[in-house]
Each structure stands twice: as structure tokens, then as C-alpha cells.
Nanobody
Framework: QVQLVESGGAVVQAGGSLRLSCVIT??????????MGWYRQAPGKMRELVANATLAGELNYSDSAKGRFTISRDNARNMVVLEMNNLKPEDTAVYYC???????????WGHGTQVTVSS
């Protein structure tokens, strides 16, 4: 019954900002035992890691995300947030929330939210 629900995707102009949220509904157990991350997949490209926040408190970013995006965990709300600033057209993609359960190695995925950055 693990469900990851993303929200916040939208059409935004280049240079703008967007805030993506991912909530694990009715899955506190999974959230508290998982590294949380955001991936994205642009048309014709492979899915790639954008950022993740581990249970150990580590924050990791792709090179393109560094300095522009911020990932955070809201443990009280079983939520992971990706704040994206200075968006570029190349950020256009479907963004997927991921929960990587550390002990089991199981990955849980959301259905994705579309981010479109216009020039």
C-alpha cells in the first residue's frame, strides 16, 4: 500500500522557481526507513538522479542541481521537498519521487509530476 504522491509540477518561465512535494501516504514505516530522492526523466533521455536526502542526513545533488535546487525532508509530514530555483529549459522533465528503503533495498516510486520550463 506504499504510495508516493508528487505535486507541484507546472509550467514556469526560465529563471523562475518551483517547489515539488512528495508525500508518502499511510507509509510512515517506509518513510522512516528510506533515503528519499528526486529523479527526473526528460524526453528521449534516461532517468537521472536530481537530489536525495538520506536517513543519515546527507544531501546529494547532481551537478546540474547544485547551487540551484534544495532537497529537504519534513519528517513530521512524511514528506520530501525539492525547491528548484533559477530553472532552465533543460530542467524540463517528469520528476519522480523515490523512496529507497535502506535495509531491504526496495525502491518505491511516485507516478511523476511534469515540470516544463519555457525559454
Amino acid at each position: 500500500q506504499v504510495q508516493l504522491v508528487e505535486s507541484g509540477g507546472a509550467v514556469v518561465q526560465a529563471g523562475g522557481s518551483l517547489r515539488l512535494s512528495c508525500v508518502i501516504t499511510n507509509s510512515v514505516r517506509v518513510f522512516r526507513s528510506s533515503d528519499m530522492g528526486w529523479y527526473r526523466q526528460a524526453p528521449g533521455k534516461m532517468r537521472e538522479l536530481v537530489a536525495n536526502a538520506t536517513l543519515a542526513g546527507e544531501l546529494n545533488y547532481s551537478d546540474s542541481a547544485k547551487g540551484r535546487f534544495t532537497i529537504s525532508r519534513d519528517n513530521a509530514r512524511n514528506m520530501v521537498v525539492l525547491e528548484m530555483n533559477n530553472l532552465k529549459p533543460e530542467d524540463t522533465a517528469v520528476y519522480y519521487c523515490n523512496a529507497h528503503q535502506v535495509v531491504s533495498g526496495i525502491n518505491y516510486w511516485g507516478h511523476g509530476t511534469q515540470v516544463t520550463v519555457s525559454s
